[in-house]
């Protein structure tokens, strides 16, 4: 009997049990190792009261036909079989200084493009043309699947593969000349003042590029961008299932210490208690810098690597900071999803100031609270992660009084915006930065990795494996700018597939 090359997994996250997952299917004897006692990884939700708290996933992009994730999503799991939450509303925008034609201050990104087109031309018939364009953008994206999963196609008939392949060039093209421009940019063409700045306040008075918007929309419209009925931990339970149903086995509780090398080699892993677990290759998909610079000891860079450390390549994901509440009504008399302006700036001890508010409502699921109840969330990003994760570290009692201080000002916004709000709070949870570190090793508590920059669709700084390291794989959310769940599942993927080239194998999606 021929044996199994044996594969040790760093990191239970979304990533960890994708990869791990089909290299069950391809013939890999493969263990998990996770700090945490949970699978998911930044992919997670937490128990506060009777409350479940969602750290994560708004949308799953793939949740039905009309997105290539569809694909890879239905290699995992049996997708008919879960409740996914489809919004009519993507998110209410509400703008300070203008009205619409109806006296009202909130814009609707209605996720139905037709609607949203009906709706924006209704309020502004001057801007028709910049409307439809706007639309016609979002529209061109859904001629292609995204990504591209090229394994699916014959290999005999090499011309179809090799049309589809012409067809991406086409694609590139139109990338190309979609991502110059930002929601300001747009926003200048616009005649009507009241979209203006609703486009304006889009990324609330940031400048971000409208690919960042046009990709999820076109799959919103195609109703293949769903909410998980259960939340961020469920979802990443049913991959965790998954996983071991396939054979695989997840330590929890199991920090790494370091990765093991000889001559170059990565042969093994020291975890907790000093205990040594041998393999035949290692795959990292924890965080980069714990990775590349703690469990490697930083050995194994090359001039690129240390300018990515040193943050001369991209920027990291803004850290966030995420304040919830369990409260005692539903709330659906309010926009599920909403954007608004503060008479009054919320001040962070980091140096970050807001005059908007993001407030969440998971009213739509009801597994989240008791009935009648709902779960709230806010959540601000903030570039200095770092003050937070120092704070908690050095000065623990002050970290917990500058979280009280924070919380006690932001709810004295929300009961200006939502009156009665205040007494109607069961539970409190408040994570920061210093959360996500803990928890995950999330490089200066980093949300999604690094931050898209100029270029959205340049290609990764982040490589499948590192400069002199044999045996040795890397994939994590860290792979590609802007992270997120659909990065995870395509880097698990595709790491899967270039181990199974080394180790001369054909890859599968499904298990022989």
Excluded at 251 to 260: D, E
């Amino acid at each position: 009997m021929i044996r199994k090359p044996k594969i040790n997994i760093i990191g239970a996250g979304i990533s960890g049990l994708c990869a791990g997952s089909y290299l069950q299917m391809n013939g890999f004897e493969t263990h998990i190792f996770e700090k945490h006692s949970i699978p998911g990884g930044l992919c997670t939700s937490w128990e506060k009261g009777e409350y479940t708290i969602d750290g994560c996933a708004h949308w799953i992009l793939g949740s039905d036909k009309g997105s290539g994730f569809y694909h890879m999503w239905s290699e995992l799991l049996n997708l008919e079989s879960i409740e996914f939450h489809h919004h009519e509303v993507r998110i209410h925008v509400e703008v300070k200084n203008n009205i619409d034609k109806y006296g009202s201050k909130i814009f609707n990104v209605y996720t139905n493009l037709d609607q949203l087109k009906k709706y924006m031309i209704d309020l502004s018939p001057e801007d028709e043309k910049t409307t439809t364009d706007f639309i016609n953008d979002i529209r061109v994206l859904q001629n292609y699947e995204l990504p591209p999963v090229m394994d699916k196609l014959p290999i005999i008939p090499s011309i179809i593969r090799g049309i589809k392949m012409t067809r991406y060039l086409k694609f590139l093209f139109i990338l190309n000349k979609q991502r110059k421009v930002s929601n300001f940019d747009l926003a200048k063409k616009f005649k009507n003042p009241f979209l203006r700045e609703a486009f304006e306040l889009l990324y609330d008075g940031q400048e971000v590029k409208m690919l960042v918007f046009n990709f999820p929309q076109a799959v919103f419209d195609k109703k293949s961008a769903g909410y998980p009925i259960g939340g961020s931990l469920a979802w990443a339970q049913k991959i965790a299932d998954k996983y071991t149903s396939l054979g695989g086995t997840i330590h929890y509780n199991t920090p790494v210490k370091k990765i093991l090398t000889e001559n170059n080699i990565a042969n093994g892993l020291l975890v907790r208690n000093d205990v040594i677990h041998k393999c035949d290759a290692v795959l990292s998909t924890a965080d980069w810098y714990k990775t590349v610079f703690e469990y490697l000891d930083g050995k194994y860079v090359d001039e690129k690597i240390i300018k990515l450390k040193e943050g001369k390549v991209i920027d990291v994901y803004y850290s966030v900071l995420l304040a919830s509440f369990g409260l005692k009504k539903s709330y659906k008399e309010y926009p599920h999803f909403h954007r608004f302006p503060t008479e009054i700036k919320l001040q962070s001890p980091c140096g970050t100031s807001w005059d908007r508010l993001e407030v969440h409502f998971y009213n739509y699921d009801p597994t989240l609270a008791p009935e009648g109840k709902t779960v709230m969330a806010c959540s601000f990003y903030t570039t200095n992660g770092t003050y937070w994760i120092n704070l908690r570290k050095n000065e623990r009692v002050k970290y917990r009084e500058e979280k009280t201080k924070f919380i006690n000002a932001l709810v004295d916004l929300l009961e200006i915006k939502f009156p009665g709000i205040k007494d109607d709070i069961d539970v409190t949870d408040f994570a920061t930065p210093a959360t996500v570190l803990r928890y995950t090793n999330n490089w200066q508590g980093s949300a999604q990795g690094w931050l898209p920059g100029e270029n959205i669709i340049a290609s990764s700084p982040v490589k499948f494996t590192l400069p002199k390291l044999k045996q040795f794989f890397y994939a994590s959310h860290w792979g590609r700018p802007g992270g997120g769940i659909p990065v995870a599942i395509n880097q698990g993927r595709d790491v899967a597939k270039l181990m199974c080239k080394h180790f001369k194998k054909e890859f599968k999606t499904t298990k022989a």
